[in-house]
T-cell receptor, first 114, second 111 residues
Framework: DGGITQSPKYLFRKEGQNVTLSCEQNLNHDAMYWYRQDPGQGLRLIYYSQIVNDFQKGDIAEGYSVSREKKESFPLTVTSAQKNPTAFYLC?????????????FGPGTRLTVL | QKEVEQDPGPLSVPEGAIVSLNCTYSNSAFQYFMWYRQYSRKGPELLMYTYSSGNKEDGRFTAQVDKSSKYISLFIRDSQPSDSATYLCAMSAGRDDKIIFGKGTRLHILP
């Protein structure tokens, strides 16, 4: 059953803690993306990776970090430097080159900072 | 002027009606246009993907692009309560450019 999985579905974090959100895909896609979605706002690109061991900052990368050690996996770490981390985080993947490729989304992780 | 404008709604229509969802944009370089459907607390799913101008039909859904007016539309025929969701338009200029998303329109189909 092909697709994109994100875990956990809900995550609670205390202020000052780093947390890592998981994203895995078995679609054999080269490109993977992380977005943040806030109420009343569109999707905002955090980071993206077009190939293993390479990634680029998106529009709101400050306070976040990523790694791409395997084609299937693109974890996102929300660090304590992120001022307002409570949001819905979406991972996506695509088969082509470049960020304009059609993207397929995972189910999302809702992060709440207590 | 924002790159992509989309009325947030909510838009409420009776079951069986034709729904029209729209986005306007300012960047004349946009060539790739997408519509995503997002149910509450779920990730967006791709509904329609079009390149350049024209119409594309898939079942009850029709995507329309008018590049001269910088205007795209999604029509839903014979709307169903299961169509109730947020619809996001998205577009980009080319393969090496990022995708710009609209903020989404919340749609309610009333049984």
């Amino acid at each position: 059953d092909g697709g994109i999985t994100q875990s956990p579905k809900y995550l609670f974090r205390k202020e000052g803690q780093n947390v890592t959100l998981s994203c895995e895909q078995n679609l054999n896609h080269d490109a993977m993306y992380w977005y943040r979605q806030d109420p009343g706002q569109g999707l905002r690109l955090i980071y993206y990776s077009q190939i293993v061991n390479d990634f680029q900052k998106g529009d709101i990368a400050e306070g976040y970090s990523v790694s791409r050690e395997k084609k299937e996996s693109f974890p996102l770490t929300v660090t304590s430097a992120q001022k307002n981390p409570t949001a819905f985080y979406l991972c996506a993947s695509g088969s082509g080159q470049g960020a304009s490729d059609t993207q397929y989304f995972g189910p999302g992780t809702r992060l709440t900072v207590l | 002027q924002k790159e992509v404008e989309q009325d947030p709604g909510p838009l409420s229509v009776p079951e069986g009606a034709i729904v029209s969802l729209n986005c306007t944009y300012s960047n004349s370089a946009f060539q790739y246009f997408m519509w995503y459907r997002q149910y509450s607390r779920k990730g967006p799913e791709l509904l329609m993907y079009t390149y350049s101008s024209g119409n594309k039909e898939d079942g009850r859904f029709t995507a329309q692009v008018d590049k001269s007016s910088k205007y795209i539309s999604l029509f839903i025929r014979d709307s169903q309560p299961s169509d109730s969701a947020t619809y996001l338009c998205a577009m980009s200029a080319g393969r090496d450019d990022k995708i710009i998303f609209g903020k989404g329109t919340r749609l309610h189909i009333l049984p």
